[in-house]
C-alpha cells in the first residue's frame, strides 16, 4: 500500500465515468481517514515507462483536496491482474449506486462499455448498475441521434418514440422543443409520432415550413393532428358546424359513428314536460328539412 | 379507355420456369419430417432442389433457432384439420370461401403482407400431402350439389411460388376436376402456371392472379412479376383451358391511383368474359400488430380508421370513392361479376346499393357451403380461423 497526495491523483487519467464533483462524500470520513484505498492500474507504455490510471476516487481526491488532506491511500494492480472489466467491476462495487445513477450517468457507462467491448448484456455489470435493466435502454439511446436522445436522456420520450425519430431532423426537433416542453409525457408521444408519419407520409422536404407551423401554432397538438388526418379533421369540423347550427343552444345532442364509420347517427335529448318536448321536435324537424348534409358524411 | 401495350411475347415453357423458380429462391437448407418422407411431392422437391442439405424434423418446433428463418424450407404433412373457412373480419361481409394451406409463408417480399402479422414462423413451410384435402372438400361439394363450393391455396401463401417445384395444384386440380361444383382456385403473383396447362381435365379450376397498379408493383411487391408477366400468364391460363380470376387486393389509394387502376384495368379487356369467374377488391388494410411490421412505406401514413373488427382501413366515404371508381371501371371493360373483400354492409349498399346475397350475379360466390362448418365442440366462432 502507498500514498499520494490528491493532487498527483487528479492528474491520473481517469477510465470511467463518475462525478468529479466531491458533493456525493462525506467530508468527516475524509478528515478522518476514513476513505478506501484508492484503486490504480499500472501498464507499461511502448517507451518503457509506466501508465498509471486512476480506477475509482476522483470525487474522493477532490474532496480531499478541498479539506487541505495531503494524501490518500491508493493500492496498485499490474494490468495483467486487473484487466479493463474486471477495473469497471471494482469501479462500480466502490460506486455502489445500484439504481441510482442519472440516465446520462447509465448512457456514459454504455459508452465505455462499448469502446471497451463489453456487451450490454454482460450479467455482472448490469446487475451492478440496476435491478431493472437500465443499462439496456441507455445502449439503445446511444444509438440515438443527439437531439432524440436529449429527449429521451431527459425523460421527456420514452425509448420507443425517440427511436421513430429518425426521419426528423435535428433542427426541426430543435425548434420544437419549446412546444414540446409545454406538453404532458402522452401528448408529447402522440405529437412527435404523428410528426413523424407526416414526414413518412409527405417526405422531409417541408419539415422546416412544418415545424415553424407547428411551433407557432397555439395548440400544436390539435394543429399535428389535422396535419395528419387531414380528411377526418375536416369532416370533424364539418359535422361540429352542422351540430353548432341546427342544435347549439337546443339540448339535443348529435353523434356521429365512431370515425365515420357506418351510417348510424344518433340524436338525444331529455324533456320534462310537453312544452319543452314541443321546442325539440320544432328543433328537429328543422334538422329533418335542411340537414341532408349530415349523410354525405359517411 | 387507357391504351394499354398488347401482351406478346414467347410463352415460357414449363422447364424453364422451374429453373427460374429455384434459382429465384431463398432457401439454403430444408428440414423434411419423418412422416412426409415418402410423399411424391416431398420427393418430387427434393429432387427438384439438388445441393441444398436435407435434416430431419419432427415438427416446426423441432427446427434449431438459428435455422428458423427465410433461408429454411419445412416439408410436412399437415396436422389436425386440412380445409378451413376464410377467417372473415367480424362486422364484415365475407364471401364464405374456403382454404387450404398447403404452403405457409412466401418469399416474394410485398411491403404490405398482412401474413407477416399471424405467421410468426419464418421457415417456408409446405403441407406435401394434398390427399387429405382433397378428399375433404368432394365430401363437401357432395354435400352441397346444388351450390358452388369454392376453394382456394392463396389465403396463407402464394399458391404458385414453389408449385413447379411440388406440383401440389396438379393434384387438387386433377383430385377435383370431376364435381361440376367445385371452383379450386390457385392465386399467385408470380407466372407459374405453365407446368399445369397440360393437364387434360381441367374441371373447374381457377388460376387467379392479384393485380395491382403498376406503380404500385413496382414499389411494394418485391420479386413478383410484373403486371404485364401477370396477365400474359393468365391468358396462357385461359387459352388452356383454365378460368382466370382477378384479385385487387390491396388497392393502394397513392397520389394517381385512379390512373394506375385505370390502366390496369384496361389491360383486362382482352380476356373473354366468359373466362374470367370473378374480380374481387380490397383497399389496403391492416390489423394494428401489423403497423411496426411492416415497412415505413409512405402509403402506411395515409388517413387509416379503425374499423369494427379491429383493422384499420381508409375512411368510409373514400373506400366508398374507390370502389366505386373501380367497378365502373372494371364494369366497362369486362362483365363479369366484381365483389368485395372484407368489407361493411354500409360499404356494399353505397357501392352496389345492396347486399351481395340479393344480387343473382354474388349469389353463387356468397352462398355459404353446408356441413363445411367445424365440428360442434371445436371452440370455433365466427370471424375466427377454423379447420375442418
Known amino acids: 500500500?502507498?500514498?499520494?497526495?490528491?493532487?498527483?491523483?487528479?492528474?491520473?487519467?481517469?477510465?470511467?465515468?463518475?462525478?468529479?464533483?466531491?458533493?456525493?462524500?462525506?467530508?468527516?470520513?475524509?478528515?478522518?481517514?476514513?476513505?478506501?484505498?484508492?484503486?490504480?492500474?499500472?501498464?507499461?507504455?511502448?517507451?518503457?515507462?509506466?501508465?498509471?490510471?486512476?480506477?475509482?476516487?476522483?470525487?474522493?481526491?477532490?474532496?480531499?483536496r478541498g479539506l487541505g488532506t495531503p494524501a490518500l491511500q491508493v493500492r496498485e494492480w499490474e494490468e495483467a491482474d486487473l484487466p479493463p472489466r474486471e477495473a469497471l467491476l471494482l469501479c462500480l462495487r466502490l460506486e455502489n449506486r445500484r439504481d441510482r445513477y442519472s440516465p446520462r450517468e447509465t448512457e456514459t457507462l454504455a459508452a465505455v462499455m462499448e469502446e471497451?467491448?463489453?456487451?450490454?448484456?454482460?450479467?455482472?455489470?448490469?446487475?451492478?448498475?440496476?435491478?431493472?435493466?437500465?443499462?439496456?435502454?441507455?445502449?439503445?439511446?446511444?444509438?440515438?441521434?443527439?437531439?432524440?436522445?436529449?429527449?429521451?436522456?431527459?425523460?421527456?420520450?420514452?425509448?420507443?418514440?425517440?427511436?421513430?425519430?429518425?426521419?426528423?431532423?435535428?433542427?426541426?426537433?430543435?425548434?420544437?422543443?419549446?412546444?414540446?416542453?409545454?406538453?404532458?409525457?402522452?401528448?408529447?408521444?402522440?405529437?412527435?409520432?404523428?410528426?413523424?408519419?407526416?414526414?413518412?407520409?409527405?417526405?422531409?422536404?417541408?419539415?422546416?415550413?412544418?415545424?415553424?407551423?407547428?411551433?407557432?401554432?397555439?395548440?400544436?397538438?390539435?394543429?399535428?393532428?389535422?396535419?395528419?388526418?387531414?380528411?377526418?379533421?375536416?369532416?370533424?369540423?364539418?359535422?361540429?358546424?352542422?351540430?353548432?347550427?341546427?342544435?347549439?343552444?337546443?339540448?339535443?345532442?348529435?353523434?356521429?359513428?365512431?370515425?365515420?364509420?357506418?351510417?348510424?347517427?344518433?340524436?338525444?335529448?331529455?324533456?320534462?314536460?310537453?312544452?319543452?318536448?314541443?321546442?325539440?321536435?320544432?328543433?328537429?324537424?328543422?334538422?329533418?328539412?335542411?340537414?341532408?348534409?349530415?349523410?354525405?358524411?359517411? | 379507355?387507357?391504351?394499354?401495350?398488347?401482351?406478346?411475347?414467347?410463352?415460357?415453357?414449363?422447364?424453364?420456369?422451374?429453373?427460374?423458380?429455384?434459382?429465384?429462391?431463398?432457401?439454403?437448407?430444408?428440414?423434411?419430417?419423418?412422416?412426409?418422407?415418402?410423399?411424391?411431392?416431398?420427393?418430387?422437391?427434393?429432387?427438384?432442389?439438388?445441393?441444398?442439405?436435407?435434416?430431419?424434423?419432427?415438427?416446426?418446433?423441432?427446427?434449431?433457432?438459428?435455422?428458423?428463418?427465410?433461408?429454411?424450407?419445412?416439408?410436412?404433412?399437415?396436422?389436425?384439420?386440412?380445409?378451413?373457412?376464410?377467417?372473415?373480419?367480424?362486422?364484415?361481409?365475407?364471401?364464405?370461401?374456403?382454404?387450404?394451406?398447403?404452403?405457409?409463408?412466401?418469399?416474394?417480399?410485398?411491403?404490405?403482407?398482412?401474413?407477416?402479422?399471424?405467421?410468426?414462423?419464418?421457415?417456408?413451410?409446405?403441407?406435401?400431402?394434398?390427399?387429405?384435402?382433397?378428399?375433404?372438400?368432394?365430401g363437401i361439394a357432395r354435400d352441397n350439389p346444388d351450390r358452388m363450393i369454392r376453394v382456394g391455396s392463396g389465403e396463407t401463401g402464394d399458391s404458385l411460388e414453389l408449385d413447379p417445384i411440388f406440383g401440389l395444384t396438379e393434384e387438387f386440380i386433377r383430385g377435383l376436376a370431376d364435381l361440376p361444383n367445385v371452383r379450386f382456385e390457385a392465386k399467385t403473383k408470380t407466372v407459374f402456371v405453365d407446368h399445369l396447362l397440360d393437364i387434360p381435365d381441367k374441371g373447374g379450376a381457377v388460376m387467379a392472379f392479384s393485380l395491382n397498379a403498376r406503380e404500385v408493383q413496382q414499389a411494394e411487391e418485391g420479386e413478383a412479376a410484373s403486371i404485364d408477366e401477370r396477365l400474359r400468364a393468365a391468358e396462357r391460363a385461359v387459352r388452356a383451358g383454365y378460368m382466370a380470376a382477378f384479385h385487387f387486393d390491396p388497392v393502394i389509394a397513392y397520389p394517381d391511383w385512379r390512373e394506375g387502376y385505370g390502366e390496369t384495368i384496361g389491360k383486362l379487356g382482352r380476356f373473354p368474359a366468359d373466362r374470367v369467374a370473378w374480380i374481387s377488391l380490397g383497399t389496403f388494410r391492416y390489423p394494428p400488430a401489423l403497423k411496426d411490421r411492416m415497412d415505413r412505406r409512405p402509403y402506411l401514413y395515409d388517413e387509416f380508421v379503425p374499423c369494427r373488427d379491429g383493422k384499420y382501413r381508409y375512411l368510409q366515404r373514400r373506400r366508398g370513392e374507390i370502389y366505386t371508381f373501380m367497378k365502373k371501371e372494371i364494369s366497362g371493360t369486362l362483365d363479369v361479376p366484381v365483389y368485395l373483400c372484407m368489407e361493411s354492409a354500409d360499404i356494399w349498399r353505397r357501392v352496389y346499393g345492396d347486399m351481395p346475397l340479393k344480387m343473382r350475379d354474388m349469389h353463387d360466390i356468397f352462398t355459404i357451403a353446408r356441413n363445411a362448418d367445424p365440428p360442434a365442440d371445436s371452440g370455433a366462432s365466427p370471424g375466427r380461423k377454423v379447420v375442418l
Open chain 1, 1 to 64: 500500500m502507498m500514498s499520494l497526495s490528491p493532487d498527483e491523483l487528479l492528474r491520473l487519467p481517469r477510465p470511467f465515468f463518475f462525478p468529479e464533483s466531491p458533493e456525493g462524500v462525506d467530508p468527516e470520513l475524509v478528515r478522518r481517514g476514513l476513505c478506501p484505498p484508492l484503486p490504480l492500474v499500472v501498464s507499461p507504455t511502448q517507451g518503457g515507462r509506466e501508465r498509471r490510471l486512476l480506477v475509482w476516487g476522483g470525487a474522493l481526491a477532490a474532496a480531499a
Open chain 2, 1 to 138: 379507355m387507357i391504351s394499354y401495350e398488347p401482351l406478346s411475347g414467347n410463352p415460357p415453357d414449363a422447364a424453364a420456369q422451374l429453373r427460374k423458380a429455384v434459382a429465384r429462391l431463398p432457401f439454403r437448407r430444408i428440414y423434411l419430417s419423418p412422416e412426409a418422407e415418402d410423399l411424391p411431392a416431398a420427393r418430387r422437391a427434393l429432387e427438384r432442389l439438388p445441393g441444398l442439405p436435407v435434416h430431419s424434423a419432427p415438427s416446426r418446433e423441432g427446427i434449431p433457432e438459428e435455422h428458423r428463418s427465410r433461408e429454411t424450407l419445412f416439408i410436412t404433412r399437415p396436422r389436425g384439420g386440412t380445409v378451413g373457412r376464410c377467417p372473415g373480419s367480424r362486422g364484415h361481409l365475407c364471401c364464405n370461401y374456403l382454404t387450404v394451406d398447403i404452403y405457409l409463408g412466401c418469399s416474394l417480399g410485398c411491403s404490405y403482407c398482412i401474413m407477416k402479422s399471424y405467421l410468426n414462423f419464418e421457415p417456408l413451410v409446405v403441407h406435401a400431402d394434398p390427399g387429405p384435402a382433397v378428399e375433404r372438400i368432394r
Open chain 1, 116 to 298: 471497451m467491448g463489453i456487451p450490454e448484456s454482460d450479467p455482472q455489470v448490469g446487475d451492478l448498475v440496476s435491478s431493472r435493466g437500465a443499462l439496456r435502454p441507455a445502449f439503445r439511446r446511444l444509438r440515438l441521434g443527439p437531439a432524440p436522445r436529449e429527449l429521451a436522456s431527459e425523460e421527456m420520450i420514452d425509448i420507443r418514440t425517440a427511436e421513430n425519430l429518425g426521419e426528423v431532423p435535428e433542427e426541426v426537433l430543435r425548434r420544437l422543443r419549446p412546444a414540446l416542453e409545454g406538453m404532458s409525457f402522452s401528448d408529447r408521444r402522440i405529437f412527435l409520432n404523428s410528426l413523424v408519419e407526416i414526414l413518412l407520409r409527405d417526405g422531409p422536404g417541408n419539415s422546416e415550413r412544418l415545424a415553424a407551423e407547428l411551433a407557432a401554432a397555439a395548440d400544436p397538438v390539435a394543429a399535428v393532428r389535422e396535419l395528419r388526418f387531414p380528411q377526418l379533421s375536416l369532416m370533424e369540423e364539418r359535422f361540429r358546424d352542422l351540430s353548432r347550427r341546427f342544435f347549439s343552444g337546443s339540448g339535443v345532442v348529435l353523434k356521429h359513428p365512431p370515425h365515420f364509420e357506418g351510417r348510424r347517427f344518433s340524436i338525444s335529448f331529455d324533456f320534462d314536460g310537453p312544452q319543452v318536448l314541443g321546442k325539440k321536435i320544432g328543433v328537429l324537424e328543422r334538422f329533418l328539412r335542411e340537414g341532408g348534409e349530415l349523410y354525405d358524411l359517411v
